[in-house]
Structure formats: structure tokens, C-alpha cells
């Protein structure tokens, strides 16, 4: 079992920017993939950002350029920076654990992230 325990949301202006960190209480395997995925109000769940143990990354092509995850294996924590803040980013952002080995997903409660002048 992961517990995920995100903070960092907020309010901020359109070209800010916020630091989201979540931090997971449980075993973390090497094989697991950590990531953020948001939730806007009338949309489905995206994903924002992965990352493997080993350091590959992938994200969605709206925040490329402007989001930069990472984490630190020994912490069991993953973060996200997150810089030239868009209205349209604005959303509940979710802290994913996605174990391969038994195809499961973990999710924290998620964060409101709210861009606006």
C-alpha cells in the first residue's frame, strides 16, 4: 500500500509560477513510475508529467517547455515545478504512483492549482 500526500497549490497570476511536491509513505519499488495528473472541472484526468526510477521523463505537450518534473528515490518524493502559469492550467493536480508489476495505480487527494489575474 502508497499513501500520497501532495502540497504546494495555490493561487497564482497568469505567467507565475508554483512548486508542487508530493510525498509517498509506503515502499516504493524501482519499477515505479511516479507522476502528476490534473483534473479541470467538466474534463476527464490528463496526465501532466512522468517519471521512472531511472530518470526518464515524459509530458503532455501543453506543458512542455514550462514544467519540469523530478524525484528523489531515496525521499520517495516527486515534484513539479511549474513556470509561465496559463489560465488554462488551472486544475486539481493528482499525485499518481503507477506500479507496473501489479498494474496498479496509487493517487493522492489532490492539490487545487488556480491561475488567475
Known amino acids: 500500500q502508497v499513501q500520497l500526500v501532495e502540497s504546494g497549490g495555490g493561487l497564482v497570476q497568469p505567467g507565475g509560477s508554483l512548486r508542487l511536491s508530493c510525498a509517498a509513505a509506503g515502499t516504493i519499488f524501482s519499477s515505479d513510475a511516479m507522476g502528476w495528473y490534473r483534473q479541470a472541472p467538466g474534463k476527464q484526468r490528463e496526465l501532466v508529467a512522468s517519471i521512472t526510477n531511472g530518470g526518464t521523463t515524459n509530458y503532455a505537450d501543453s506543458v512542455k517547455g514550462r514544467f519540469t518534473i523530478s524525484r528523489d528515490n531515496a525521499k520517495n518524493t516527486v515534484s513539479l515545478q511549474m513556470n509561465s502559469l496559463k489560465p488554462e492550467d488551472t486544475a486539481v493536480y493528482y499525485c499518481?504512483?503507477?506500479?507496473?508489476?501489479?498494474?496498479?495505480?496509487?493517487w493522492g487527494q489532490g492539490t487545487q492549482v488556480t491561475v488567475s489575474s
Open positions: 499518481n504512483v503507477y506500479r507496473f508489476s501489479g498494474l496498479i495505480a496509487y
